[in-house]
């Protein structure tokens, strides 16, 4: 049997015997643990397509069966329903609450994951069956495995893991896990709006576990998210589509105007060319400067990672400002253009270009909306085109930032060390994951999010994999982190009465 472990150890690490017990049977049971992902990457719970909604159902019923036997009390809470386009309603599938143990004396954790998956077919390039797990040099390919049902089902066998060794779970816990965070999570809000004075009432601490490290090797914790704003700009030309030859050069076409709007909002250096987007942007600290410095990268690395040559900036410090502390701008289509193989000589009547901007700390999203607003009505003012704009934000999801001094944080720095030998690289994130600004919000309490997946793990790809490697550590890393935060929160439960003895 291949013992996993990531790197030398050295003595401030050493295991206790309660933890070389759990982490010498996740080694021993690391097969097992395969064939359970297995068995859950199976499932096709794609929630973007309607009519697998069915399979998404069957994949949160079999989470929580899991859960349930792990002695777990699992409600299956009803949010509602979801109006299609075409106006069809469908059931949303049900959210799971899950707790193990109410002892008042233990801090509770709350775990949350989601066990649905973006579209995945073999003709999109894949090179192994998506819903089929394979292994491939020490990586598991596979849609779900790093996002997100690897991390979930870390998560529930490192619980199996106490139970199976007859150890205490030294923290109560709680699972909330959904099938529709792909998406857009529809109903959650609403969900936990309801449960905050009840299933989060007794709840200290919040963990995610939905993205990836910085590295391919080197684990790291993840304290802040940018937020996200959809715009789509719709130019209308005509009531219907017309022939380039009969008409081309004596209207105003939709497309042309179109073009002319999308690129005018950002230059070929990324900057973001809408006035006073950047005035509320978060001046970079001087303790993040110093986050920075600590940080190992590969520039060579990181290019391959996600498969370009070239990046706009040479220094890790203005990857990681551009990439965390900046508004970006992207954009990410056109529709009711021509996009087929082959020429198709149409002046369409009306076209929609969509783009986004992540947005940072103490940027406002109705400042923001009104700002793009009138800047690309100010430029498509100068074209003096006839024809009809239309600019809309379609959603718009809020940055999150953390406190890395926070227990949890250092309770899981504590577990890497233990599992990886090697502090955590202390990161934000480029993505946007609500989610996490949502807990924070409506509970108000302490959120961390805690990846075990690798850079280079190709979340959403035709590549997607967790390696081995990754999956069983991770299994020991959470594990080791509920025997930490319960030993660092007692601390600090203890701490006022001893100043009051004093």
């Known amino acids: 049997m291949l013992l996993l472990a990531g790197g030398n150890s050295s003595s401030p690490n050493s295991l206790s015997q309660e933890e070389e017990r759990i982490f010498q049977y996740i080694d021993g049971h690391q097969d097992e643990f395969v064939q359970n992902l297995a068995g859950w990457v199976a499932v096709e719970s794609d929630s973007i397509q309607p009519h697998l909604r069915a399979e998404v159902t069957r994949m949160v019923k079999i989470a929580a069966a899991s859960l349930q036997d792990l002695g777990a009390s699992v409600m299956l ?19 799971i609450l899950a707790k193990l143990g109410e002892d008042p004396l233990k801090p509770t954790v709350c775990f949350y994951g989601h066990v649905d998956v973006m579209p995945a077919k073999i003709q999109d390039g894949w090179k192994t069956s998506p819903y089929n797990l394979t292994e491939i040099d020490g990586n598991l390919f596979g849609r779900g495995t790093t996002d997100d049902k690897g991390p979930v089902l870390a998560w529930i066998n490192a619980v199996k893991t106490f139970k199976a060794l007859n150890i205490e779970i030294p923290v109560n816990i709680k699972f909330l896990i959904e099938g529709m965070e792909e998406a857009g999570s529809i109903g959650l809000e609403e969900l936990v709006e309801k449960e905050k004075e009840h299933f989060f009432s007794d709840v200290n601490y919040i963990v995610i576990s939905d993205n990836i490290w910085l590295s391919t090797t080197k684990p790291a914790l993840t304290y802040g998210t940018r937020g996200n704003a959809c715009f789509s700009v719709q130019v209308e030309c005509g009531e219907k589509d017309l022939h380039s030859g009969s008409v081309g050069g004596i209207v105003h076409e939709a497309m042309s105007d179109l073009i002319a709007l999308l690129d005018s909002l950002v230059n070929s250096c990324g900057h973001i060319l809408v006035p006073g987007i950047y005035d509320d942007v978060a001046p970079l600290t001087e303790e993040e400067k110093k986050q920075y410095e600590l940080i190992e990268f590969d520039l060579k ?21 551009h990439l965390w502390c900046l508004p970006s701008l992207s954009i990410h289509g056109i529709e009711g253009a021509f996009y087929e193989p082959g020429i198709k000589t149409v002046i369409p009547s009306r076209v929609i270009g969509k783009f986004s901007i992540r947005q940072v700390p103490h940027m406002d999203l109705s400042k923001m909306e009104c700002q793009v607003k009138r800047y690309l009505e100010r430029i498509f003012s100068k074209r003096k085109s006839s024809n009809k704009l ?35 690289d202390m990161i934000r994130d480029g993505a946007t994951i609500p989610i996490a600004r949502m807990f924070q919000d409506i509970t108000k309490k302490s959120v961390m999010m805690f990846p075990i997946g690798a850079a280079d793990d190709g979340e959403h790809s035709q590549k997607e994999k967790i390696s081995r490697s990754n999956y069983i550590n991770g299994i020991k890393v959470f594990a080791s982190f509920l025997l930490e935060i319960s030993k660092l929160h007692k601390t600090l439960q203890e701490a006022p009465s001893l100043k009051t003895m004093t």
């Open 77 to 95: 809470r009803d949010t509602g329903i979801q109006q299609l386009p075409s106006g069809q309603n469908i059931s949303l599938p049900p959210v």
């Open 301 to 321: 690395e990181y290019k391959a990672s996600i498969g370009v040559k070239e990046i706009i900036y040479d220094t890790k410090e203005e990857i990681f400002s």
């Open 390 to 424: 239309t600019v809309s934000m379609e959603m718009g999801a809020k940055p999150w930032v953390a406190n890395i001094n926070d227990p949890q944080y250092e309770a899981a720095k504590k577990a890497i060390q233990k599992v990886f030998n090697q502090d955590p």
